[in-house]
């Protein structure tokens, strides 16, 4: 099922796809590929959640899809972003720059294969859940919380830290480095 084709340049021209996903609901496609360090899409923050502005539960507002920003303000995920799924291999991170989200490519992404991102990295104790994402390195449980993840793969992860991520946590991550020494 296509659900929607994503434009993220000037260009007019679709980049991504979501559509159904064999890792779990729908997920984005890469509709050409994507080169390292790319900018994949600009994530929209536009849809803040607070008391003036609830979830209303129409067109998919759903309290799985809020996004918890380092200012404290919680935003609603939009399409497509709100359909990247989960890998304990992930191709792709979150960048910010002066208040502005953007998805950016890890690796190199061929046409056609699905944008993932490791939930655990930029978060500290959220959700836990089963991990199904298949990669021969799964983890096979789930917490989005970047320090529970083991010593090597957060030291492997530090280049794709959100500056924001890095600079709150600045103290727990001198330690990890400094025991590594």
Same mark, same amino acid.
């Given at each position: 099922m296509l659900v929607c084709v994503c434009s993220v340049d000037d260009s007019r021209r679709p980049r991504l796809v979501v559509a159904d996903s064999p890792?779990?609901?729908?997920?984005?496609? #890469?509709?050409?590929?994507?080169? %390292?360090?790319?900018?994949i899409l600009h994530v929209d923050d536009s849809r803040v959640v607070d008391e003036k502005h609830p979830l209303n539960g129409h067109d998919g507002e759903l309290a799985i899809h809020r996004d918890f920003l380092p200012d404290g303000t919680?935003?609603?995920?939009?399409?497509?972003? %709100?359909?990247?799924?989960?890998?304990c291999e992930p191709n #792709? &991170?979150? &960048?910010?720059?002066? %208040?502005?989200?953007?998805?950016?490519a890890k690796r190199v992404i061929a046409a056609g294969e699905e944008i993932?991102?490791? &939930?655990a990295l930029n978060a500290v104790d959220g959700d836990e859940w089963e991990c199904r994402c298949g990669?021969?390195?799964? %983890?096979?449980?789930?917490?989005c919380d970047f320090f529970a993840l083991a010593p090597q793969l957060q030291r492997e992860y530090l280049p794709y830290l959100d500056p924001w991520f890095a600079e709150v946590h600045a103290e727990r991550i001198q330690r990890l480095l400094a025991e590594s020494v």
């Open positions: 890792i779990q609901g729908l997920g984005v496609f #890469a509709l050409e590929a994507i080169a %390292r360090g790319t900018v919680v935003t609603l995920m939009r399409s497509p972003e %709100r359909h990247i799924n989960h890998s #792709a &991170y979150i &960048y910010s720059a002066n %208040r502005k989200r953007f998805l950016l993932f991102m490791d &939930y990669v021969p390195a799964c %983890r096979g449980y789930h917490k």
